[in-house]
């Protein structure tokens, strides 16, 4: 995995959910989350592992709920908020759920405690947050990819980036082995810019 890291550098990770998952879906992998939190907490002393994500709470089952619970008890911290649901001019059913606010406010928070900031998104609206925290001395990569059509990462903020880590040369350090592929339907996560998008469809063996 290319990408510039320091033995004794504090290390946080801030995924952005849904965007992370379609990166991987455009490159044909699912992310196995166990494996992705090792492969860091080897890179620097790993303080944090954000993942956000919004849920449509007014269902009698949430799909992405065993993928919550899952990261939420092995070493990720979850931000969460309720998803909006609503009905465009053609009739379809759409759900907006969007993080960035959340994921912003926690990298401005945690700043004075860490070195190196890890952002898995490729929005271009972070690029100002990226340039912020910068100003403040941190280091920032930015994890996503320019292999898949179109690619994923906006150019903006891959050019803030102090360094790009490309998620298709990471694949091979944090992809779900397909034997473990669940024989149940995807889970769905909603997503800010797309109708319904899929979540990760995993959850792992504890």
Do not use: C
């Not at 406010?105 to 405690?113: C, G, N, P, Q, T």
């Amino acid at each position: 995995m290319k990408g510039n890291f320091y033995e004794n550098e504090r290390v946080a990770l801030f995924i952005d959910g849904a965007n992370l998952y379609s990166a991987a879906r455009s490159l044909g992998f699912d992310i196995d989350y166990r494996r992705l939190l090792k492969v860091f907490r080897e890179k620097g002393r790993l303080v944090r592992a954000y993942y956000y994500t919004a849920l449509v709470e007014d269902q009698e089952y949430s799909p992405i709920r065993p993928l919550i619970d899952w990261l939420d008890y092995n070493g990720y911290t979850m931000v969460t908020k309720p998803a909006k649901e609503f009905t465009d001019a053609m009739g379809r059913r759409k759900v907006k759920g969007n993080m960035d606010i959340e994921l912003a406010i926690d990298v401005l928070e945690m700043a004075d405690h860490l070195d190196h900031v890890i952002l898995f998104s490729g929005d271009g609206d972070f690029r100002r947050l990226v340039e912020a925290v910068q100003r403040r001395g941190l280091r920032v990569s930015v994890v996503s990819t320019i292999k898949s059509a179109p690619p994923m990462v906006a150019d903006e903020l891959r050019r803030q980036a102090d360094d790009f880590i490309e998620l298709a040369e990471l694949a091979p350090l944090i992809a779900r082995n397909p034997s473990e592929r669940a024989t149940r339907p995807a889970a769905r996560e909603p997503d800010a810019e797309h109708d319904d998008a899929p979540s990760e469809s995993l959850m792992r063996s504890a």
